[in-house]
């Protein structure tokens, strides 16, 4: 049973690029979570999503950053006119029931914005 | 909002010796997660409890809900050991986490 996927692993932006962050949940899992770890800071909360619905998204900047999970295919957080600031790792973990299950942890997506 | 504290923030120790690392939160949670993240970035959850006390290996987790507290032990630390080592305690608004404490085992 493979883990959480995420790509890509490393992924560099020009400012005002769109950037594109990859997570497939393990098999049998419905529930998706984004993370974000800026550099020398804890993980903060972004969002919550299940099969074609944002539960919370409470940790989501307002503007640039929006997150889906359709029901084909991988979840994705997208981010619109990257800036320097968006420079971190983002993090996706599943899990297989709602919030008060384990979360499994992908391996996280290292966005470089120059 | 939960705050959460974790002490110590670093610690360097000797292999072998017995690790403790502490996590307190703030407000009232339904369970916690103890996280293992290594130098590549790579994130490991350990534990999630919600009472008493768990052990994998030589991992020890316990939790005291009434002190809002918890703790993650190691017995017979080798350097393989060496991470940050995350706390995140679950609320109604979800996980929040600790600022990590930085261990390293020297051989």
């Known amino acids: 049973n493979a883990g959480v996927m995420q790509n890509p692993r490393h992924l560099v932006r020009r400012r005002g690029q769109e950037a594109r962050l990859r997570c497939s949940p393990m098999?049998?899992?419905?529930?998706v979570y984004w993370y974000r770890q800026l550099p020398e800071e804890g993980l903060k909360f972004m969002v919550y999503?299940?099969?074609?619905?944002?539960?919370?998204e409470s940790g989501m900047p307002k503007e640039r950053f929006s997150a889906e999970f359709p029901k084909e295919g991988p979840s994705i957080l997208r981010i619109q006119q990257v800036v320097r600031g968006d420079s971190a790792a983002y993090f996706c973990?599943?899990?297989?029931?709602?919030?008060?299950?384990?979360?499994?942890f992908g391996p996280g997506t290292r966005l470089t914005v120059l | 909002k939960n705050e959460v504290e974790q002490s110590p923030q670093n610690l360097t120790a000797q292999e072998g010796e017995f690790i403790t690392i502490n996590c307190s939160y703030s407000?009232?949670?339904?369970?916690l997660h103890w996280l293992q993240q290594h130098p590549g970035g790579g994130i490991v959850s350990l534990f999630m409890?919600?009472?008493g006390k768990k052990k994998h290996g030589r991992l020890i987790a316990t939790i005291n809900i009434q002190e809002k507290h918890s703790s993650l032990h190691i017995t017979a630390s080798h350097p393989r050991d060496s991470a940050v080592y995350i706390c995140?305690?679950?609320?109604?608004?979800?996980?929040?986490f600790g600022k990590g404490t930085h261990l390293i085992i020297q051989p």
């Open positions: 407000v009232g949670i339904s369970a």
């Open positions: 098999k049998g899992h419905s529930h």
């Open positions: 999503l299940q099969k074609e619905n944002i539960i919370d």
């Open positions: 973990a599943s899990s297989p029931l709602a919030v008060a299950d384990t979360q499994y």
């Open positions: 995140a305690p679950r609320g109604a608004d979800g996980l929040t």
């Open positions: 409890l919600s009472s």
